[in-house]
């Protein structure tokens, strides 16, 4: 059994910061990548950032020079933190870990992030 959870998400003004955090537990052997995935109202799920257990990482163009993402491999923890929010960020955030061997995809359960003046 893994669990995915996350933490960290509000409403936030214009241009402000939120840092979200993500933790994972469970039978865990080891994880190779983790990441952040949004879905806004009406639109599919996309990617936000992912890295990988040696530390690269992945962004998507729309968030590239905004957010960074980090990871403490020896807690099984991820961060984002997304900086000069805009408010087409409003979006539920996912974390998405991959196990190492095995490459199952382990969710949690998602994180309201709502940027508005």
């Known amino acids: 059994q893994v669990r995915v959870v996350e933490s960290g998400g509000g409403l936030v003004q214009p241009g402000g910061s939120l840092r979200l955090s993500c933790a994972a537990s469970?039978?865990?052997?080891?994880?190779?990548?983790m990441g952040w995935y949004r879905q806004a109202p009406g639109k599919q799920r996309e990617l936000v950032a992912t890295?990988?257990?040696?530390?690269?990482?992945n962004y998507a163009d729309s968030v590239k020079g905004r957010f960074t993402i980090s990871r403490d491999n020896a807690k099984n923890t991820v961060s984002l933190q997304m900086n000069s929010l805009k408010p087409e960020d409003t979006a539920v955030y996912y974390c998405?870990?991959?196990?190492?061997?095995?490459?199952?995809?382990?969710w949690g359960q998602g994180t309201q992030v709502t940027v508005s003046s």
């Open positions: 890295i990988t257990s040696r530390g690269n990482t």
């Open positions: 998405i870990i991959t196990t190492a061997f095995s490459r199952n995809d382990y």
């Open positions: 469970g039978n865990i052997v080891s994880i190779y990548l």
